[in-house]
């Protein structure tokens, strides 16, 4: 019977050093958020009930599980401590890096929109969105680290590399998206539907950047890792992560036209504000990702 348990038992101290922190870091989330926002999480959760910090705070605690899952992975270090060294490295640069996508997002993806003053003001869609890229962005460093085996500090440099090389898809995904819309809904452009408080719209958004995150991941199993050749491995994980992406992109829109046949999507999600539209849209894109991660990742 022990043949069959893949647990090693002198490995336990190096187990209990990674719960530890991960049960630290999850500890600490709530506060980390308020003071990142220059927010009280308690009175936003239990005295305003602002559901949009929630659903903000819910998509960030399961983004930090997420990256926290390629923190661990890999072989144990040399010693507990030193584990504990790598937990921490590879975890702090995760939460700084998700931060940072924050940001990105805020400022350059969505620039005429403030999405942490919408999740102020209540509005669910802006919440939805900021959920959708925490967990998208967790989901990039979570596959890098587990390509990169976040055994050594080394690879701390190819998860920064690969990180900058996600936003930069997702950053060009998001104009694309943007400049679609605006094209078929003139001045009611995406970014003000968002403002709106259009959750449809923000299901199928949210759910179009996981699916993005998934089919990027996909690089990680095609791309073999060459922890000498730094930039030959990232520039060929970069042209398999866009690809990836262009499959994604045609692979949804056969299926999404299969699913939801005869039905006017932009105008039922757009227009109308249909939710359960929006959910099956958002659905199809995670699907092909989680498609696209299995068969390559």
């Known amino acids: 019977m022990n043949d069959l ?12 050093v990674d719960f530890l922190i991960i049960a630290a870091i999850l500890a600490g989330m709530r506060k980390l958020a308020g003071a990142v926002g220059n927010v009280s999480s308690h009175a936003e959760l239990s005295e305003r009930d602002n559901h949009a910090f929630g659903i903000s705070l819910a998509g960030a605690a399961i983004a930090i599980a997420i ?60 919440a ?85 995150a998934l089919a990027v991941t996909a690089a990680s199993g095609i791309v073999v890792y060459g922890d000498t050749q730094m930039i030959a491995s990232l520039t060929a994980w970069s042209v398999v992560a866009v690809l990836m992406f262009i499959v994604l992109t045609a692979l949804a829109i056969l299926i999404r036209k299969a699913v939801l046949p005869g039905i006017n999507v932009a105008e039922e999600v757009n227009q ?16 092909v990702g989680f498609l696209l991660a299995g068969l390559f990742g």
């Open 128 to 212: 939805l969105v900021d959920a959708g890229n925490m967990i998208a962005t967790a989901i990039i460093l979570r596959a890098v680290m587990v390509w990169v085996d976040s055994n050594s500090f080394s690879g701390l440099l190819f998860v920064l590399g690969g990180f900058l090389i996600s936003q930069v898809i997702m950053i060009a995904a998001t104009v694309y998206r943007r400049h679609v819309y605006a094209r078929h809904h003139g001045e009611m452009g995406l970014q003000k539907q968002l403002e709106n408080g259009n959750t449809a719209l923000a299901l199928r958004f949210a759910g179009y950047r996981i699916g993005i």
């Open 67 to 126: 990256m926290l899952m390629g923190a661990v992975s890999g072989e144990a270090a040399k010693n507990p401590a030193s584990e504990a060294l790598i937990m921490f490295a590879y975890g702090g640069l995760g939460l700084a890096l998700m931060a940072i996508t924050r940001k990105i997002f805020d400022h350059i993806s969505l620039p005429d929109i403030s999405i942490h003053n919408e999740i102020m003001k209540g509005n669910t869609a802006a």
């Open 5 to 16: 348990i893949g647990i090693d038992p002198s490995l336990a101290a190096y187990y209990a």
């Open 272 to 287: 109308q504000g249909n939710i359960a539209i929006g959910a099956i849209e958002s659905a199809v894109y995670i699907a």
